[in-house]
């Protein structure tokens, strides 16, 4: 499969590799709001629905699950955030290249975060404004992504108001 092609070479620093520690890192942050958001749905309807017959699953797909399901979406977004904003994992997995490669197993790639990490140390002075526009490109990616998560949290919202 082209995807995961790694051109004959050994697999090892790659931007799967990096997805990995990403989603090690975020897991904590998402799995801590989850069970937070889960233990505010209010008592009663739980017990409305295991009083209505339902069993303890049925209970967690009717009661909780929708009361829940903004709060749940709003940690997948704060995880994406820090994801996103993580800097020193990704430049410590992957190698300092300026490679675009659509290969996930190859070792080349380098993020924008990690980019700018790397290089403003001994970039001169076109380097440093090139590196500062990527960093305010990362800001936008960031704030689009934070735009649409409140209105997909708006929206979910809107939906169990009015089915409550």
Do not use: C
């Not at 629905?49 to 829940?68: D, F, N, S």
């Not at 399901?69 to 820090?82: E, N, Q, T, Y």
């Not at 300092?96 to 924008?112: H, M, V």
């Amino acid at each position: 499969i082209p995807f995961f092609d790694t051109g004959g070479g050994a697999v090892g620093r790659s931007i799967l590799l990096a997805g990995v520690v990403l989603a090690i890192m975020i897991l904590p942050i998402v799995a801590a709001i989850s069970r937070e958001v889960f233990a505010q749905v209010p008592t009663s309807h739980r017990e409305a629905a295991l009083a209505l017959g339902a069993t303890r699953w049925e209970m967690i797909q009717t009661a909780v699950i929708p009361y829940g399901k903004p709060g749940v979406i709003s940690a997948s977004m704060l995880g994406l955030g820090r994801a996103m904003g993580e800097t020193i994992a990704v430049a410590l997995v992957l190698p300092a290249s300026f490679d675009i490669s659509w290969k996930i197993l190859t070792p080349a790639g380098n993020t924008i975060a990690a980019n700018v990490a790397n290089s403003f140390g001994e970039a001169n002075d076109i380097g440093k404004g090139a590196l500062i526009a990527s960093g305010l490109v990362l800001f936008v990616v960031t704030m689009v992504v934070n735009m649409v998560a409140r209105a997909v949290i708006a929206r979910r919202s809107e939906f169990s108001g009015r089915a409550a």
